[in-house]
């Protein structure tokens, strides 16, 4: 089974920060998506998700907190949220593009699908 660790950044607005992925993504190509990625065998869930928003949005986390698991399919999903810091530039180095969405403005989006569940989820924790 394969699993991820995700990050749902969110501003002061309670807009949340989603990644365009690419036409060529070998999952969910072109769609809507958190920024995050797989665990290695190695690491825990923490520290995928930490490494992840490095590697995607040159972005440190400081404290991110796990309010959500789910299996989905052949995928186990950790789900952080945390407050983003408009102090520190993000840098998009993976996927097409990014932007700040409302929940209403995520309804909109061509997603993968259960990104909408998994907000309404975790909505009251941001």
């Known amino acids: 089974m394969r699993k991820v660790a995700l990050i749902v950044l969110f501003n002061k607005e309670k807009k949340i920060l ?23 065998e190695d690491e825990t869930p923490l520290e995928a998700v930490k490494r992840e928003c490095l590697e995607e949005l040159d972005y440190q986390l400081t404290g991110p907190k796990l309010v959500h698991k789910r299996k989905y399919g052949d995928c186990y999903s950790y789900i952080y949220v945390e407050a983003y810091n408009p102090k ?8 097409q593009a990014m932007g700040w969405f409302s929940l209403p403005e995520s309804k909109e989006l061509d997603s993968n699908g259960h990104i909408l569940e998994i907000l309404y989820k975790i909505f009251d924790e941001i």
Do not use: C, M, V, Y
């Open 18 to 40: 989603l990644q365009h992925r690419t036409d060529d993504a070998p999952i969910n190509p072109s769609k809507w998506g958190f920024f995050g990625g797989k665990i290695k």
């Open 88 to 95: 520190k530039e993000l840098i998009l180095r993976e996927g």
